[in-house]
């Protein structure tokens, strides 16, 4: 097999996947999610999963070693916005710019 079958095999095992969880998501009983606990468990994982990915991919590195660099300032420039209660878009635009800004020295 060449690695363009390989790639399309992979795409569709994870379509696969994931319709699968999703069919098994709709099987839980509506008794189960209307309980307070699944409820905030709902309600804080996707805060904590893009957390963990915000931080993987802001201090990640290919050889697993901690990276401090211009994401890490375009980070410090977001977490400054978000302090200051900045709309969503300045948070966005402040990252960018401070990581352009310090990749550009």
């Known amino acids: 097999m060449t690695g363009e079958t390989n790639t399309w095999i992979a795409?569709?095992?994870?379509a696969l996947g994931c319709y699968g969880v999703k069919l098994l998501g709709l099987s839980v009983p509506a008794g189960l999610l209307e309980r307070p606990l699944v409820k905030r468990l709902?309600?804080?994982?996707?805060?904590a999963l893009l957390a963990?990915?915000?931080?993987l991919q802001t201090f990640?590195?290919?050889?697993?070693r901690l990276a401090?660099?211009?994401?890490t300032a375009g980070l410090a420039a977001a977490a400054t916005a978000l302090?200051?209660?900045?709309?969503?878009?300045?948070?966005?635009?402040?990252?960018?710019?401070?990581?352009a800004a310090v990749r550009a020295m």
Not at 60 to 64: E, F, I, Q, R
Not at 83 to 99: D, Q
């Open 83 to 99: 302090l200051l209660r900045a709309p969503f878009l300045v948070v966005v635009a402040a990252a960018v710019l401070v990581t």
């Open 42 to 47: 709902a309600a804080l994982l996707p805060i």
């Open 11 to 14: 795409i569709g095992a994870t």
């Open 52 to 55: 963990a990915l915000t931080a």
């Open 60 to 64: 990640g590195t290919d050889a697993l």
């Open 68 to 71: 401090i660099d211009a994401r």
